[in-house]
């Protein structure tokens, strides 16, 4: 299969957890990676790999995997955690890449 | 620290060619574990991997795009191209260009361009 699902929509209290969730069979085989995208501007990558942060990301963000679904969690969400987030694999064949749909968190 | 820069028209005609072009800075095209690729964006909509390169000239692209799309790379010039044929208004979207780090089992864009938003209108 070379799609990866994601809920809609999201919402989180302020200074709450929150989990986004990505699912889809490739999953099984290689990981996901998540991007945080804010009105007008372009994705930025937050996590990667089994749970890697990029430089500059804060560690509230984390990442986990489990069969075929994969996780990004918000520990205690900021205003400004507000976004879109997309996640990212490759596909069963390995060869191609695939978005989800997107997750819309809002913090209340 | 390395940045990429999208250029290219914000206006195609339909039917026509779209062409894009992505600089990078600070860093080679050259590098191994990098691929550089192409995602784009519909006004409102979610993101779409259109494609990739590796510096050696191989390419991989979505498969309901891959009649219409070449990705190349110019490694003298440390850049990369995207070209859409026969664009229709479903075509408009910001196209953004990415690095693709990738290992055996995963994968991650970092960074990304700006993005350009190309709009197929007669």
């Known amino acids: 299969s070379s799609e990866l699902t994601q809920d809609p929509a999201v919402s989180v209290a302020l200074g709450q957890t929150v989990r986004i969730t990505c699912q889809g069979d490739?999953?099984?085989?290689?990981?996901a990676s998540w991007y945080q995208q804010k009105p007008g501007q372009a994705p930025v990558a937050v996590i990667y790999?089994?749970?890697n942060r990029p430089s500059g990301i804060p560690d509230r963000f984390s990442g986990a995997s489990s069969g075929t679904t994969a996780s990004l969690t918000i520990t205690g969400a900021q205003a400004e955690d507000e976004a879109d987030y997309y996640c990212?694999?490759?596909?069963?064949?390995?060869?191609?890449?695939?978005f989800g749909g997107g997750t819309k968190l809002t913090v209340l | 620290q390395l940045q990429l820069q999208e250029s290219g028209p914000g206006l195609v005609k339909p039917s026509e060619t779209l062409s894009l072009t992505c600089i990078v800075s600070?860093?080679?095209?050259?590098?191994?574990?990098?691929?550089w690729g192409w995602i784009r964006q519909p006004p409102g909509k979610g993101l779409e991997w259109i494609g990739n390169?590796?510096?050696?000239?191989?390419?991989y692209y979505k498969p309901s795009l891959k009649s219409r799309v070449t990705i190349s790379v110019d490694t003298s010039k440390n850049q990369f191209s995207l070209k859409l044929t026969s664009v229709t208004a479903a075509d408009t979207a910001v196209y953004y260009c990415?690095?693709?780090?990738?290992?055996?089992?995963?994968?991650?864009?970092?960074?990304w361009g700006q993005g350009t938003l190309v709009t197929v209108s007669s």
């Open positions: 600070g860093g080679s095209i050259s590098s191994n574990n990098y691929y």
């Open positions: 990212n694999s490759r596909d069963s064949s390995g060869n191609l890449r695939v």
């Open positions: 790999g089994k749970n």
């Open positions: 490739s999953l099984r085989v290689y990981y």
């Open positions: 990415a690095r693709e780090w990738t290992t055996i089992n995963m994968n991650y864009f970092d960074p």
């Open positions: 390169i590796y510096y050696g000239g191989s390419t």
